[in-house]
Protein backbone atom coordinates (compact mmCIF):
# COMPACT_ATOMS: atom_id res chain seq x y z
CA UNK A 1 0.00 0.00 0.00
CA UNK A 2 1.36 3.72 -0.68
CA UNK A 3 2.33 5.82 2.01
CA UNK A 4 -0.31 9.34 1.55
CA UNK A 5 2.37 11.01 3.41
CA UNK A 6 6.17 11.97 2.63
CA UNK A 7 8.01 11.57 5.26
CA UNK A 8 10.47 15.03 3.80
CA UNK A 9 8.98 18.00 5.98
CA UNK A 10 8.72 20.63 3.67
CA UNK A 11 9.37 24.24 5.26
CA UNK A 12 5.63 24.74 6.88
CA UNK A 13 3.52 27.62 5.29
CA UNK A 14 1.52 29.02 7.63
CA UNK A 15 0.16 31.66 5.78
CA UNK A 16 -2.01 31.86 2.55
CA UNK A 17 -3.04 34.86 0.85
CA UNK A 18 -6.78 35.28 -0.09
CA UNK A 19 -7.91 38.20 -2.76
CA UNK A 20 -11.62 39.22 -1.94
CA UNK A 21 -13.50 38.75 -5.07
CA UNK A 22 -17.32 40.15 -5.87
CA UNK A 23 -18.82 36.90 -5.10
CA UNK A 24 -17.16 36.56 -1.37
CA UNK A 25 -19.09 39.78 -0.08
CA UNK A 26 -22.52 40.71 0.48
CA UNK A 27 -25.08 42.98 -0.24
CA UNK A 28 -23.09 45.74 1.97
CA UNK A 29 -19.94 45.01 -0.18
CA UNK A 30 -18.51 42.92 2.90
CA UNK A 31 -17.26 39.01 3.35
CA UNK A 32 -20.05 37.12 4.00
CA UNK A 33 -19.35 36.32 7.03
CA UNK A 34 -19.17 32.43 6.45
CA UNK A 35 -17.02 32.50 3.78
CA UNK A 36 -14.18 33.32 6.75
CA UNK A 37 -15.30 29.24 6.94
CA UNK A 38 -14.04 28.77 3.67
CA UNK A 39 -11.28 30.49 3.71
CA UNK A 40 -10.01 28.96 6.92
CA UNK A 41 -10.12 25.30 5.48
CA UNK A 42 -8.05 26.38 2.43
CA UNK A 43 -5.47 27.62 4.64
CA UNK A 44 -5.54 24.56 6.38
CA UNK A 45 -5.62 22.46 3.26
CA UNK A 46 -2.90 24.36 1.52
CA UNK A 47 -0.95 23.74 4.77
CA UNK A 48 -1.43 20.35 5.12
CA UNK A 49 -0.34 19.70 1.55
CA UNK A 50 2.68 21.56 1.75
CA UNK A 51 3.51 19.71 4.85
CA UNK A 52 3.15 16.38 2.63
CA UNK A 53 -0.21 15.10 3.42
CA UNK A 54 -2.47 14.60 0.63
CA UNK A 55 -5.98 14.15 1.99
CA UNK A 56 -7.46 12.67 -1.68
CA UNK A 57 -4.73 10.16 -1.11
CA UNK A 58 -5.42 9.54 2.46
CA UNK A 59 -8.72 9.15 1.93
CA UNK A 60 -8.38 6.53 -0.97
CA UNK A 61 -5.57 4.23 0.76
CA UNK A 62 -5.71 4.04 4.28
CA UNK A 63 -9.58 5.48 4.41
CA UNK A 64 -8.64 8.07 6.55
CA UNK A 65 -11.09 11.52 6.44
CA UNK A 66 -10.30 14.77 8.12
CA UNK A 67 -13.82 16.64 9.63
CA UNK A 68 -14.25 19.38 11.38
CA UNK A 69 -15.92 18.73 15.04
CA UNK A 70 -16.15 22.27 16.51
CA UNK A 71 -15.33 25.99 15.47
CA UNK A 72 -15.14 29.02 17.99
CA UNK A 73 -15.07 31.95 16.09
CA UNK A 74 -15.08 35.98 16.46
CA UNK A 75 -15.39 38.60 14.08
CA UNK A 76 -14.14 41.41 14.63
CA UNK A 77 -14.01 43.92 11.56
CA UNK A 78 -15.04 43.60 7.89
CA UNK A 79 -13.13 42.82 4.90
CA UNK A 80 -13.81 44.43 1.56
CA UNK A 81 -14.09 43.87 -2.43
CA UNK A 82 -10.52 43.14 -3.31
CA UNK A 83 -8.59 43.41 0.11
CA UNK A 84 -6.04 40.75 0.36
CA UNK A 85 -6.31 38.66 3.26
CA UNK A 86 -3.83 36.58 5.47
CA UNK A 87 -4.70 33.72 6.53
CA UNK A 88 -2.59 32.18 9.53
CA UNK A 89 -2.72 29.01 10.10
CA UNK A 90 -1.31 26.59 13.12
CA UNK A 91 -1.82 24.15 15.59
CA UNK A 92 -2.60 24.42 19.08
CA UNK A 93 -3.03 20.96 20.45
CA UNK A 94 -2.28 17.38 19.10
CA UNK A 95 -4.37 14.47 20.09
CA UNK A 96 -4.66 11.07 19.81
CA UNK A 97 -7.73 11.63 16.89
CA UNK A 98 -7.83 15.44 16.56
CA UNK A 99 -6.02 18.41 15.57
CA UNK A 100 -6.74 21.66 17.20
CA UNK A 101 -5.69 24.99 14.90
CA UNK A 102 -6.15 28.67 15.51
CA UNK A 103 -6.58 30.78 12.55
CA UNK A 104 -7.10 34.29 11.95
CA UNK A 105 -7.78 36.20 9.13
CA UNK A 106 -5.87 39.35 8.94
CA UNK A 107 -5.63 42.81 6.02
CA UNK A 108 -2.47 45.23 6.44
CA UNK A 109 -1.82 43.82 9.83
CA UNK A 110 -5.00 44.34 10.92
CA UNK A 111 -7.30 41.51 12.59
CA UNK A 112 -10.71 40.56 11.29
CA UNK A 113 -11.53 37.22 12.11
CA UNK A 114 -10.19 34.35 14.52
CA UNK A 115 -11.29 30.79 15.27
CA UNK A 116 -10.32 28.00 16.68
CA UNK A 117 -11.02 24.60 14.33
CA UNK A 118 -11.04 21.36 15.95
CA UNK A 119 -10.60 18.22 13.19
CA UNK A 120 -10.87 14.91 14.01
CA UNK A 121 -9.37 12.32 11.81
CA UNK A 122 -12.04 9.61 11.37
CA UNK A 123 -12.71 6.14 9.41
CA UNK A 124 -14.25 6.44 5.62
CA UNK A 125 -16.81 4.36 6.30
CA UNK A 126 -17.95 4.76 10.14
CA UNK A 127 -16.89 8.28 10.18
CA UNK A 128 -15.66 7.02 14.02
CA UNK A 129 -12.23 8.36 15.15
CA UNK A 130 -8.88 7.00 14.69
CA UNK A 131 -5.62 7.17 15.53
CA UNK A 132 -3.52 10.57 13.50
CA UNK A 133 -1.32 7.77 12.49
CA UNK A 134 2.57 8.14 13.89
CA UNK A 135 3.40 9.81 10.00
CA UNK A 136 0.71 12.68 10.25
CA UNK A 137 2.01 13.68 14.06
CA UNK A 138 5.66 13.36 13.14
CA UNK A 139 5.10 15.83 10.48
CA UNK A 140 2.42 18.51 12.38
CA UNK A 141 5.76 18.32 15.41
CA UNK A 142 8.09 18.76 12.98
CA UNK A 143 6.21 22.20 11.49
CA UNK A 144 6.20 23.89 15.21
Not at 66 to 79: D, G, L, M, S, T
Not at 90 to 104: D, K, N, P, Y
Amino acid sequence: MDNPMSMECQESAETLQIRVYYEDTDAGGVVYYANYLKYFERARTEWLRRLGIDQSLLAQTERRLFVVKNVEIQYRRPARLDDELSIHTEVTRLGHASIQFAQRALCAGELLCQASVTVCCVDATSFRPVDLGPTIKTLLKRAD
